[in-house]
């Protein structure tokens, strides 16, 4: 089995890595404190919750159509391209990458439902942990001693929620556990999905479509954006939730102007955050892109104390440590990973010279 090397392509700048480390860290936590928001103040539909991560892709078709053209220029002008995937090919990519995100971002609407805000980060940072077992199937990841201490601790962190007793909501302590422990699956259940999908477009990326283009990553958001947004919408019909958004907006907590404002900045933070991750995919690897969405892990707690006035308490704090921990461990692999490649590139010029 070829060894993957989780090392930055030819094509990668350190100032595009950077924009887009923070816009994914950014997206996430601000979007995820947003969608909070809307069910706290009187949001309910779930497919809503999913619907809004990809609709946004609407604002990305001006400048996807000018790209376009100015690849096709390109395109034609250079007859040597080299191959790509067929059209079937690129249309069973786009199909399955949609389907994988619309159904774990549905599971990361039902759990952020039921959960603090707090909990929930917290369990969600367990995606990292799946990511890097896909990414050993797909993507031939070799795990390092520093991958394997960061997933033992983001799965103990995850785990020892499971323990935690405090009353998630306004209802009976009976209600309270059982919403706990649906939000608990159903977050856990997403993290999965969302680790499949981060390690499929690395292998999609890699093995089917072969070619080193932003435009490749672009294709990629609008095409699975267009797939998932119309399975949302579909599910957002089908399960009769389109029928109390009326109702839902007359009766949300700060009036129908924020309502409708909130929605539409969810839509256009989500679409921000695809951006960065799906670029870091492509650039550099599927568990680097989860391990930035690792980082707004311990950011999201402290916001959902500050914002949402939860609790912070021990087992909550302890498993936020141990997730952070995690978080360092497998930064560190990436760091002296991509050290010893830098010295390796330096050893083989010498010997050029």
């Known amino acids: 089995m070829e060894q993957h090397q989780e090392e930055v392509r030819p094509l990668l700048n350190s100032d595009q890595e950077v924009q887009e480390n923070s816009i994914e860290v950014l997206g996430q936590s601000s979007a995820t404190m947003m969608v909070k928001s809307y069910y706290d103040k009187g949001g309910n539909s779930k497919w809503m919750g999913a619907f809004l991560q990809f609709v946004g892709f609407v604002i990305l078709l ?114 309270s556990k059982k919403n706990q422990v649906i939000g608990f699956i159903c977050t856990i259940v997403a993290s999965a999905g969302e680790g499949l999908f981060f390690s499929f477009t690395q292998f999609a990326f890699e093995k089917l479509i072969k070619r080193e283009s932003f435009n490749v990553v672009m294709d990629m958001i609008i095409y699975q954006s267009v797939v998932a947004t119309c399975v949302a919408f579909v599910g957002l019909i089908v399960s009769g939730e389109w029928k109390g958004l009326i109702n839902e907006m007359d009766e949300y907590e700060t009036g129908k102007t924020s309502y409708v404002l909130n929605l539409v900045l969810i839509a256009i933070i989500w679409q921000l955050y695809s951006i960065g ?77």
């Not at 690129?90 to 759990?111: D, M, P, Q, R």
């Not at 797909?138 to 991958?147: A, C, E, G, Q, V």
């Not at 609790?311 to 991509?338: E, P, Q």
């Open 62 to 175: 001006p400048y996807y159509y000018i790209s376009s053209l100015k690849s096709a220029t390109r395109n034609n002008l250079n007859s040597n391209q080299s191959s790509s995937a067929s059209t079937s090919m690129l249309a069973l990519i786009y199909v399955t990458s949609g389907l994988l995100a619309v159904l774990e971002c549905y599971f990361f609407s039902l759990g952020l439902s039921y959960l603090l805000v707090s909990t929930y980060a917290i369990i969600s940072s367990s995606q990292l942990a799946f990511t890097a077992f896909f990414s050993f199937f797909l993507n031939s990841m070799k795990f390092s001693p520093y991958i394997i201490n960061s997933l033992v601790l983001l799965t103990i962190s995850s785990t020892i929620l499971m323990f935690q007793t405090e009353s998630e909501s306004e209802h009976s302590l009976e209600d």
């Open 277 to 353: 991750s799906v670029g870091l995919i492509f650039e550099v690897s599927s568990l680097f892109a989860d391990a930035l969405g690792a980082l707004a892990e311990p950011i999201i707690p402290i916001m959902g104390v500050i914002f949402f006035h939860e609790t912070m308490d021990g087992i909550k704090a302890i498993s936020m440590v141990l997730a952070l921990w995690g978080f360092i461990s497998y930064i560190y692999h990436h760091y002296a990973n991509k050290t010893n490649s830098n010295a390796e590139n330096g050893d083989t010029n010498q010997e050029n010279k």
